[in-house]
């Protein structure tokens, strides 16, 4: 287990990171597919996969529409802040607007995991402070890294386990 410093980060080295990917607003299918496609171009990064794109039940109020996520792994040379304002570039160009905390958005790309780090920021923790419960999160990241221990030692198949799925399908595999 690390805790991540500044200067642990050697821009050399790829770091293996997996970003969730959620959308439930304006052609979500489309919205995640134009994500994938711009994480496969990320700078100083390596897209290595992604999971099929599932559809899931809003875990926010409900009165909102089902959202289709998936998982994607890169290699990344970014440090976590720059990877992290990457992704948020990105979620705004595909026309975020956060006016809800768990509410409806057009894109929604959080980091999972950067590695074996642990880091709590005020901007960004990881590893993400609610996947070991979220379906939505868990059976897409076992689905591209079934062998998966996390930085405090969990095994993702053991947390897959504890986790029901509520409903959680797959909506459309990625070709």
């Given at each position: 287990?690390?805790?991540?410093?500044?200067?642990?980060?050697?821009?050399?080295?790829?770091?293996?990171?997996?970003i969730?990917?959620?959308?439930n607003?304006?052609?979500?299918?489309?919205?995640?597919?134009?994500?994938?496609?711009?994480?496969?171009?990320?700078?100083?990064?390596?897209?290595?996969?992604?999971s099929s794109?599932?559809?899931?039940?809003?875990?926010?109020?409900?009165?909102?529409?089902?959202?289709?996520?998936?998982?994607?792994?890169?290699?990344?040379?970014?440090?976590?802040?720059?990877?992290l304002?990457?992704?948020q570039?990105?979620?705004?160009?595909?026309?975020?607007v956060?006016k809800?905390?768990?509410?409806?958005?057009t894109?929604?790309?959080?980091?999972?995991?950067?590695?074996?780090?642990?880091?709590?920021?005020?901007?960004?923790?990881?590893?993400?402070?609610?996947?070991?419960?979220?379906?939505?999160?868990?059976?897409?990241?076992?689905e591209?890294a079934?062998q998966?221990?996390?930085?405090?030692?969990?095994?993702?198949?053991?947390?897959?386990?504890?986790?029901?799925?509520?409903?959680?399908?797959?909506?459309?595999?990625i070709?």
């Open positions: 287990m690390s805790t991540l410093k500044k200067h642990d980060i050697n821009k050399q080295d790829y770091t293996r990171c997996y969730a990917i959620g959308s607003l304006s052609d979500p299918v489309a919205q995640a597919k134009e994500a994938i496609t711009t994480l496969e171009a990320l700078t100083e990064s390596r897209f290595i996969s992604v794109l599932y559809a899931s039940k809003p875990m926010g109020p409900q009165e909102q529409p089902d959202y289709i996520n998936a998982v994607a792994c890169v290699d990344t040379r970014l440090a976590p802040i720059e990877l304002d990457a992704l570039q990105i979620e705004n160009e595909q026309g975020r956060r809800e905390h768990w509410g409806a958005r894109l929604d790309l959080d980091i999972l995991l950067y590695g074996d780090y642990i880091m709590s920021t005020p901007r960004l923790t990881v590893p993400h402070y609610g996947m070991k419960e979220r379906e939505f999160v868990l059976y897409p990241l076992a591209i079934p998966l221990q996390l930085p405090c030692g969990q095994v993702l198949s053991d947390l897959l386990k504890a986790c029901p799925r509520n409903d959680l399908a797959i909506y459309q595999n070709e």
